[in-house]
């Protein structure tokens, strides 16, 4: 999923949003609809950005933008397609807060496994112990 955000090379504002759509419904399991929402939503913010190229600060805060919207969105939605990605955003999460607070991955996998193994399914749970625990 969508943890860290790698700068993009500088680009319209336009090219940028499709590739983030693209990105998101390939790679990442979200909705097209809902990808495409988020791109929408963040076109209206930067608009003043139009079509020149943009910098990798300015490219990085417009994939972070667009991200935080598709977050937003899959969290608030009750539909059963974004049921995955919304488990995977909730165990990112606790994930962020447990390492913040010192537990290792093993202990932070172990706690997920008690605390929300019946709330989110079996692959999100499966890819979270594989990149917790190896």
Request: charged share 25%; aromatic share 6%; glycine share 6%.
């Amino acid at each position: 999923m969508h943890d860290s955000v790698p700068a993009p090379a500088p680009r319209s504002l336009r090219e940028l949003l499709e590739s983030l759509v693209d990105d998101a419904a390939s790679f990442h399991n979200v909705p097209v609809s809902v990808a495409r929402d988020a791109a929408s939503i963040t076109a209206r913010r930067f608009t003043t950005e139009g079509t020149k190229p943009l910098g990798r600060a300015m490219a990085s805060r417009v994939t972070a933008y667009c991200w935080g919207v598709i977050r937003r969105r899959s969290i608030r939605s009750r539909e059963p397609a974004l049921e995955e990605l919304r488990g995977h955003y909730l165990l990112s999460s606790v994930v962020e807060d447990l390492r913040g607070s010192g537990h290792s991955a093993h202990d932070i996998f172990r706690e997920i496994e008690e605390s929300f193994a019946t709330c989110v399914s079996p692959e999100t749970l499966a890819s979270f112990r594989t990149r917790l625990c190896g």
